[in-house]
């Protein structure tokens, strides 16, 4: 499947041109994890976002740590990391390969590089973005 096809079922990327789909995904690269491999590690600096092409992951809290917790796993056509393309700060979990898994990786820089030359990437995905927003928002809202 091309790159621009699996970026395109991002919730992210989901209101891009399929010009801008397609300047994302030559930057994109493919890659490989073994079962049991740490793919990012919590507090590490975020540096790319990952769409699941086959496999499954778990995301983990507090690994390493007496105690960890298993939050959520994700498989293929699942996604992490989308939030470190805009803001580079620390992984807020870890993410472990349950099985093999393959990966389409989208490097921080690469995505930078984009937006600068093409900012309607930006544009698009500010609905998106402020949806994603108004969501928790609303979450926390009916926490209290």
Same mark, same amino acid.
């Given at each position: 499947m091309p790159h621009e096809d699996v970026l395109g079922a991002a919730p992210l990327f989901s209101q891009l041109s399929r010009k801008s789909l397609a300047r994302l995904g030559r930057a994109a690269v493919e890659r490989k994890f *073994?079962? +049991? #491999? /740490? &793919? /990012?590690?919590e507090g590490e600096a975020a540096a790319a976002f990952f769409m699941i092409t086959k496999g499954r992951v778990a995301v983990v809290r507090g #690994? +390493?740590?007496k105690r960890s917790d298993v939050f959520? !796993? &994700? +498989? *293929? $056509? +699942?996604f992490f $990391? !989308? %939030?470190?393309?805009l803001d580079g700060a620390p992984r807020m979990a870890s993410i472990k390969a349950l099985e093999d898994t393959e990966c389409l990786v989208l490097s921080r820089w690469?995505? %930078? *590089? #984009?937006?600068?030359t093409t900012p309607e990437i930006a544009v698009a995905m500010l609905p998106i973005l402020s949806q994603r927003v108004r969501d928790l928002d609303a979450r926390l809202g009916e926490r209290d």
């Open positions: *073994a079962q +049991g #491999e /740490v &793919i /990012v590690r #690994e +390493g740590a959520n !796993e &994700i +498989g *293929a $056509g +699942g $990391g !989308e %939030m470190s393309l690469d995505f %930078m *590089a #984009e937006l600068r």
